[in-house]
């Protein structure tokens, strides 16, 4: 960079497109064409599919209790699981019935080859119990329903099922869909209950039954006949499909000819599994249908095709009293997040060129901005390269990278009309401005290209489905920086000279516009920028001082929560909903009645809203339901799907937001969980109303070798907890147990031959019930079970008269050969890599406190003092607190790395070794008006913001390369050091002033967006616009503050080893 003078006109890239027109304009029009056929087949979605680095196996196990899960199957999956490669992390829960293992994979790992090694070590386990079912293994992704329907209505459970798996059929046949479930239902099951007299009386058992059950129904091929012509199948014919069909089956034959039917000792029913799972929409019982894309389907398409489908072939054939509803449309949130960011971006692109107009002259501005929109539309053919889809995050990179991309355009533009001035000749003028321009636009663009790929380093799900922002970034400032460079010197060529005087009235007015700007202009260069350049220079340590205080104090402000920190934005919904839990073990019915008067409390806030505001949504129009088995589902992206048994002390009431409504969905939560204030008899009730179910700022595991003193230890912690301004929706998975029954043989039980084997079996087929065999029918695997009637299960006294058969044909009562205990046992196991862990989870009162601050208080306060008063005792940090902790120690290293090669980048070109310090020592500038723009918005500064401050580090870059690139220039035209530091930072105010105000007005409107549909994305707009804005002003300063420091140094040490004065140098270093 120490040539004097421009640089004479030289061949290369540039002058051949510059003055070849057809070169430049083909590739003009293949960026248009490629960008506009690749956005017909780019992807559309709320979230971009993303790997989750996951495998989890799940092994049904019905009717065990949790410590027999844990013990038969997950200890012994996660045994195999933990020797894996690769393996970060194994969650494990052993419930009712279930058992489940997920294993966390580090970034990078093969999830393919993982499932499959995980497949066969779960395969070559031979120890599970024979009532355990096949082990699922899957890996779990984030899949996303993109509309939900709810099948209602006030008729038997077999039609409304019935009618949803018909109405699943018809949608799964469409061309649009590939993936259609059905849920909220109980599985068909037919039941056979044998009282016990009767089996007495026959002397039969249940295991009799189910042997005879078994035998007489089945389809079993018999081989085939060959005849000299054809070959004849053989098969036998008696598989039973209905309550009817088992009633025949012969129990029993006696000597007279004379049979025994089960339909003679039994009473059958053809019903449902009896198990606590209940639906509800506006009062009646519902069914869920969720159509699910995959990678390639288009969200609209989906939509649309369903409803069409709805319209035509459903609603019109429903019976009386049943309706379909749609409950949730994830199309409508992708249209009005995508509108809005398109309107910003629409917007912002008016507002660049309006800035360029007033600086500079309307047709050189016509074309900067008609460059800017080239890159635009090629950035979408670069997208489908790179199998990027237009999504929430694209598309905000998108109108994050109006304010950056325009940079190299103005750049470019600006050097090469200002040559204009002194040359008549408009080619020779383009291509000697472009070169003399393209080491610094090129470097500068690699150099934020650079810092942008320090995001793509952000480990997990987390930096997987937020990628698209650097990538989208990276393409299109490669596609502007080609653009720029190859593209607009030929467009510039043609330009007639500056001076000529406009004809038309608006050109009149707008050339006053700009002569009234450039007046301004020329004032503050000469006035105020040249008094404070003249102080920066005399004054280098007072300037770099205050620079520095300022960024220490941004510093301060962050780490002290006096400018919040979240995380993770949540994202504004259309579904609210309240998740609650009473004591365990309460019944389903009372879990229901919970439901309905949470849901009142909602109804009365909707009345009062419609009230309030005449013409909005009416209070009929917020359709509710009622779960009660489960908890309402959101769509987590850093989780994926979750395995549950139904429980019947787990509720949810959700409210649908209409359209029209008066307040956003979370003003309706706020509403509501004031309007609900405590209810008794609750273990937890939490509200929420974001789009995306994301971890709860406190997220702690609590773990210890000893159970009951775990319990103990999270009780303790949560008593604790509640004491704590600021805090509230705290809840634990730790409950109160279910109240259990455990048997245990007696001295005497063995004398009789009795083994604990026995006994199980036969409690177990009494009670719960002994499964006979499963039967396809239509879609489902219906289980056929063998047990008691329900009024001898039904009571302790019923257990006491039960009576065991033993080996030799007699019948004892239970409570000679075995003892009772009654104990409580939780409902759930949960693990961490091996370790039994209570998870306590909390929201906090951002106005209060902060995630960031509250979790190492509480460690230090709290937690601290629990590990020295129990030894054994652990915790550790969970949810949002460990993702922020992952992606900081990731990001910090990446981040090293970046500036060692921006520092590389710098040195290249200067040639120096102390001018790239000089221009990355305004890069914490933008830190400074980053946190004052969320301080003055109001904002909460999370990884949004960092990402606006990767961008803005790039323009700061970019503005300070080029003024020390003019300095050099001056410097080696002869002038002195002071002389030229100055006269090179006035020549570049125009060009870096004109690239500050372009970048903020460019993001301005998505900083002031307040639609509650990208609300969320506003840290990151608020972060570049407001950084590069404050930064300006300052690195206007700071670098030639930090040139003539380095001067003065540098004079110093050569007086101090005995080199006489500095000499004159073409360089600022």
């Known amino acids: 960079m120490s040539e004097a003078g421009d640089p004479t006109v030289r061949g290369g890239p540039i002058a051949f497109m510059a003055s070849n027109p057809i070169a430049a304009n083909l590739l003009m029009v293949f960026l248009l064409f490629a960008g506009l056929l690749a956005a017909g087949d780019l992807v559309q979605e709320m979230l971009p599919d993303a790997s989750l680095d996951r495998v989890q196996v799940m092994v049904p196990y019905p009717g065990a209790a949790p410590q027999e899960v844990d013990e038969a199957i997950v200890r012994k999956i996660e045994e195999e699981l933990g020797s894996l490669d690769g393996v970060k992390r194994i969650e494990a829960s052993a419930s009712e019935g279930l058992g489940t293992v997920t294993a966390e994979f580090t970034s990078g790992t093969d999830i393919d080859r993982a499932l499959n090694e995980a497949k066969a070590r779960v395969d070559r386990i031979p120890s599970f119990p024979a009532g355990a079912e096949r082990p699922e293994v899957r890996e779990v992704t984030s899949r996303q329903s993109v509309i939900r329907l709810l099948v209602h209505g006030d008729v038997p459970e077999r039609t409304l099922k019935e009618l949803a798996y018909d109405i699943e059929d018809g949608i799964a046949a469409l061309p649009a869909v590939s993936y259609v479930d059905t849920s909220g239902f109980r599985e068909y099951e037919i039941s056979i209950e044998v009282p016990s007299h009767r089996l007495r009386a026959l002397g039969l058992t249940l295991s009799d039954i189910a042997v005879a059950v078994r035998r007489g129904s089945m389809d079993l091929s018999a081989g085939s006949l060959s005849t000299g012509g054809e070959e004849i199948r053989v098969r036998t014919i008696g598989q039973n499909y209905g309550q009817y069909d088992f009633e025949d089956i012969i129990v029993l034959s006696r000597p007279d000819g004379t049979s025994l039917r089960l339909g003679d000792i039994a009473d059958l029913r053809d019903g449902f599994a009896d198990t606590d799972l209940i639906t509800r929409f506006n009062g009646n019982r519902a069914i869920r249908v969720d159509v699910t894309r995959t990678a390639d389907e288009q969200v609209f398409e989906i939509s649309e095709a369903v409803k069409a489908y709805l319209a035509t072939d459903v609603i019109p054939a429903l019976p009386a009293g049943v309706g379909v509803e749609i409950w949730r449309d994830d199309s409508t949130l992708v249209a009005g997040s995508l509108s809005v960011l398109i309107e910003n971006g629409v917007l912002g692109l008016l507002l660049v060129f309006l800035a360029l107009t007033f600086f500079l002259e309307i047709r050189l501005a016509l074309w900067v901005a008609a460059g800017l929109a080239v890159a635009l539309v090629g950035t979408l053919w670069g997208m489908q390269m790179l199998g990027v889809s237009i999504n929430m995050f694209s598309m905000m990179a998108l109108v994050l990278a109006l304010g950056i991309v325009v940079d190299d355009a103005i750049v470019v533009g600006e050097n090469i009309f200002a040559g204009r001035r002194r040359d008549r000749d408009g080619l020779t003028t383009a291509i000697r401005g472009a070169q003399r321009m393209s080491t610094p636009v090129v470097f500068s663009v690699l150099t934020t290209v650079t810092a942008f790929c320090a995001l793509l380093t952000v480990p997990g799900s987390t930096g997987k489905i937020m990628r698209s922002v650097p990538l989208?970034?990276?393409?299109?400032?490669?596609?502007?920086?080609?653009?720029?460079?190859?593209?607009?010197?030929?467009?510039?060529?043609?330009?007639?000279?500056?001076?000529?005087?406009?004809?038309?009235?608006?050109?009149?007015?707008?050339?006053?516009?700009?002569?009234?700007?450039?007046?301004?202009?020329?004032?503050?260069?000469?006035?105020?920028?040249?008094?404070?350049?003249?102080?920066?220079?005399?004054?280098?340590?007072?300037?770099?001082?205050?620079?520095?205080?300022?960024?220490?104090?941004?510093?301060?402000?962050?780490?002290?929560?006096?400018?919040?920190?979240?995380?993770?934005?949540?994202?504004?919904?259309?579904?609210?909903?309240?998740?609650?839990?009473?004591?365990?073990?309460?019944?389903?019915?009372?879990?229901?009645?919970?439901?309905?008067?949470?849901?009142?409390?909602?109804?009365?806030?909707?009345?009062?809203?419609?009230?309030?505001?005449?013409?909005?949504?009416?209070?009929?129009?917020?359709?509710?339901?009622?779960?009660?088995?489960?908890?309402?589902?959101?769509?987590?992206?850093?989780?994926?799907?979750?395995?549950?048994?139904?429980?019947?002390?787990?509720?949810?009431?959700?409210?649908?937001?209409?359209?029209?409504?008066?307040?956003?969905?979370?003003?309706?939560?706020?509403?509501?969980?004031?309007?609900?204030?405590?209810?008794?008899?609750?273990?937890?009730?939490?509200?929420?109303?974001?789009?995306?179910?994301?971890?709860?700022?406190?997220?702690?595991?609590?773990?210890?070798?000893?159970?009951?003193?775990?319990?103990?230890?999270?009780?303790?912690?949560?008593?604790?907890?509640?004491?704590?301004?600021?805090?509230?929706?705290?809840?634990?998975?730790?409950?109160?147990?279910?109240?259990?029954?455990?048997?245990?043989?007696?001295?005497?039980?063995?004398?009789?031959?009795?083994?604990?084997?026995?006994?199980?079996?036969?409690?177990?087929?009494?009670?719960?019930?002994?499964?006979?065999?499963?039967?396809?029918?239509?879609?489902?695997?219906?289980?056929?079970?063998?047990?008691?009637?329900?009024?001898?299960?039904?009571?302790?006294?019923?257990?006491?008269?039960?009576?065991?058969?033993?080996?030799?044909?007699?019948?004892?009562?239970?409570?000679?050969?075995?003892?009772?205990?009654?104990?409580?046992?939780?409902?759930?196991?949960?693990?961490?890599?091996?370790?039994?862990?209570?998870?306590?989870?909390?929201?906090?009162?951002?106005?209060?406190?902060?995630?960031?601050?509250?979790?190492?208080?509480?460690?230090?306060?709290?937690?601290?003092?629990?590990?020295?008063?129990?030894?054994?005792?652990?915790?550790?940090?969970?949810?949002?607190?460990?993702?922020?902790?992952?992606?900081?120690?990731?990001?910090?290293?990446?981040?090293?790395?970046?500036?060692?090669?921006?520092?590389?980048?710098?040195?290249?070109?200067?040639?120096?070794?102390?001018?790239?310090?000089?221009?990355?020592?305004?890069?914490?500038?933008?830190?400074?008006?980053?946190?004052?723009?969320?301080?003055?918005?109001?904002?909460?500064?999370?990884?949004?913001?960092?990402?606006?401050?990767?961008?803005?580090?790039?323009?700061?870059?970019?503005?300070?390369?080029?003024?020390?690139?003019?300095?050099?220039?001056?410097?080696?035209?002869?002038?002195?050091?002071?002389?030229?530091?100055?006269?090179?930072?006035?020549?570049?105010?125009?060009?870096?002033?004109?690239?500050?105000?372009?970048?903020?007005?460019?993001?301005?409107?998505?900083?002031?967006?307040?639609?509650?549909?990208?609300?969320?994305?506003?840290?990151?707009?608020?972060?570049?616009?407001?950084?590069?804005?404050?930064?300006?002003?300052?690195?206007?300063?700071?670098?030639?503050?930090?040139?003539?420091?380095?001067?003065?140094?540098?004079?110093?040490?050569r007086i101090a080893t005995g080199a006489g004065a500095a000499e004159s140098q073409p360089e600022v270093a």
């Open 472 to 1053: 989208v970034v990276i393409i299109i400032l490669m596609i502007s920086l080609v653009e720029s460079l190859l593209i607009l010197p030929r467009h510039l060529s043609h330009l007639p000279p500056p001076g000529r005087t406009a004809s038309s009235w608006a050109g009149r007015r707008l050339l006053r516009i700009q002569r009234a700007v450039d007046r301004g202009l020329q004032w503050l260069v000469d006035g105020p920028l040249d008094r404070g350049l003249r102080l920066a220079t005399d004054h280098p340590p007072i300037v770099l001082a205050t620079a520095a205080g300022a960024v220490l104090l941004v510093t301060v402000l962050i780490g002290s929560g006096l400018v919040r920190v979240e995380f993770l934005p949540q994202v504004e919904g259309d579904v609210i909903a309240a998740n609650f839990e009473l004591p365990t073990g309460s019944p389903a019915d009372r879990t229901a009645a919970v439901g309905e008067l949470v849901e009142q409390t909602g109804r009365r806030v909707a009345e009062r809203l419609a009230s309030e505001h005449p013409g909005s949504a009416a209070a009929d129009d917020w359709n509710s339901a009622i779960t009660v088995g489960e908890p309402a589902e959101l769509f987590n992206p850093l989780r994926g799907d979750r395995a549950s048994v139904p429980r019947s002390h787990v509720g949810a009431v959700q409210f649908a937001l209409p359209e029209g409504a008066a307040v956003p969905a979370s003003e309706f939560e706020r509403l509501w969980r004031e309007e609900t204030g405590t209810v008794q008899g609750l273990r937890h009730l939490v509200f929420s109303s974001g789009a995306l179910e994301l971890p709860p700022p406190v997220y702690l595991e609590l773990s210890h070798p000893d159970p009951v003193e775990l319990e103990a230890i999270a009780q303790e912690f949560v008593e604790e907890l509640q004491q704590v301004d600021g805090v509230f929706d705290i809840r634990t998975n730790q409950d109160d147990g279910f109240r259990e029954i455990q048997l245990e043989l007696k001295p005497p039980a063995r004398t009789l031959g009795l083994t604990l084997e026995d006994l199980a079996r036969q409690t177990r087929s009494a009670f719960f019930g002994s499964e006979a065999l499963r039967v396809l029918r239509g879609r489902e695997d219906m289980r056929v079970y063998l047990r008691l009637p329900e009024q001898e299960r039904s009571s302790i006294a019923d257990l006491e008269r039960f009576v065991v058969r033993t080996p030799g044909g007699s019948e004892v009562p239970l409570k000679h050969v075995a003892s009772a205990e009654f104990v409580r046992s939780s409902t759930a196991i949960h693990k961490v890599d091996g370790r039994r862990v209570v998870t306590v989870t909390a929201n906090v009162d951002p106005d209060v406190v902060t995630g960031q601050l509250i979790t190492p208080a509480l460690e230090r306060d709290i937690l601290a003092p629990l590990a020295a008063e129990h030894p054994g005792f652990g915790y550790g940090v969970g949810g949002e607190q460990r993702q922020q902790r992952e992606i900081i120690g990731a990001l910090s290293g990446a981040m090293l790395f970046v500036f060692i090669i921006i520092f590389a980048l710098i040195a290249i070109p200067f040639g120096s070794w102390s001018q790239p310090l000089i221009i990355m020592a305004a890069i914490p500038l933008g830190l400074v008006g980053a946190v004052a723009g969320h301080l003055l918005l109001g904002l909460s500064f999370g990884f949004m913001s960092v990402q606006g401050l990767v961008g803005c580090t790039g323009v700061v870059v970019n503005d300070s390369l080029v003024m020390v690139t003019f300095i050099n220039e001056r410097r080696g035209a002869g002038l002195g050091a002071q002389e030229a530091i100055i006269a090179g930072a006035k020549a570049r105010v125009r060009s870096i002033l004109l690239t500050s105000v372009t970048t903020f007005v460019g993001v301005a409107p998505l900083v002031f967006e307040r639609d509650p549909a990208t609300v969320h994305l506003v840290p990151l707009a608020a972060a570049l616009g407001f950084g590069i804005l404050i930064a300006t002003p300052l690195l206007m300063l700071v670098v030639p503050a930090l040139a003539m420091l380095h001067v003065n140094l540098h004079a110093r040490l």
